[in-house]
């Protein structure tokens, strides 16, 4: 069976997904494929960063102000808000003793390929905090389906 690609006059009598996880279309002439089309499928993908933290002493607690930068590394646009969260983490691992010390919804609806948002950031942590850790986590509560979730974490310590 062939079909005819979109006005192109090309026929294609197979299509799917290879090994390597690029998207074909053929078209199998009597001497086999007689032209191949690949490419890499389109999607979604976050990733961010923590950035421009200070820290005043107040006391018993230490004031921390920075920067969060999310970006849709993907190559198809954002659809939905998502969540970002920090955490207070004696070690620079993720783990359910790690404190939430920060949590906001991002502008990520409508964000396009390569597109940036930012958001400031602050919270207040048992102070001394030097040498514990920052961690941000995008998309906390995984509204958006990602191509990569490992990239999703951003570890910084705390000077
Ligand atoms: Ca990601
Ligand atoms: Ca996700």
């Known amino acids: 069976m062939t079909t005819e690609l979109a006005d192109t006059g090309l026929l294609i009598s197979a299509f799917g997904e290879d090994e390597a996880g690029k998207l ?3 078209h199998h002439g009597g001497q086999g494929a007689i032209y191949l089309i690949s490419a890499s499928p389109s999607q979604r993908d976050l990733t961010g960063q923590i950035g421009q933290l200070t ?6 607690k ?10 849709n590394v993907g190559d198809l646009p954002i659809t939905v808000k998502s969540q970002v969260q920090v ?3 004696a070690d620079d691992t993720l783990d359910v003793s790690d404190i939430l010390v920060f949590n906001r919804q991002v502008k990520t609806k409508q964000l396009g390929p390569g597109g940036i948002v930012t958001t400031k950031g602050k919270a207040s942590v048992a102070s001394p905090s030097q040498g514990q850790f920052l961690i941000l986590k995008v998309d906390a509560d995984n509204m958006v ?7 999703n974490l951003f570890i910084l310590q705390i000077p």
């Open 145 to 151: 389906v990602e191509s990569d979730e490992g990239n």
């Open 24 to 26: 074909y279309l053929a």
């Open 87 to 89: 955490y207070l983490s």
């Open 55 to 60: 820290k005043i002493p107040k006391g018993v």
């Open 62 to 71: 230490d004031k921390l102000a920075f920067v969060i930068t999310v970006q």
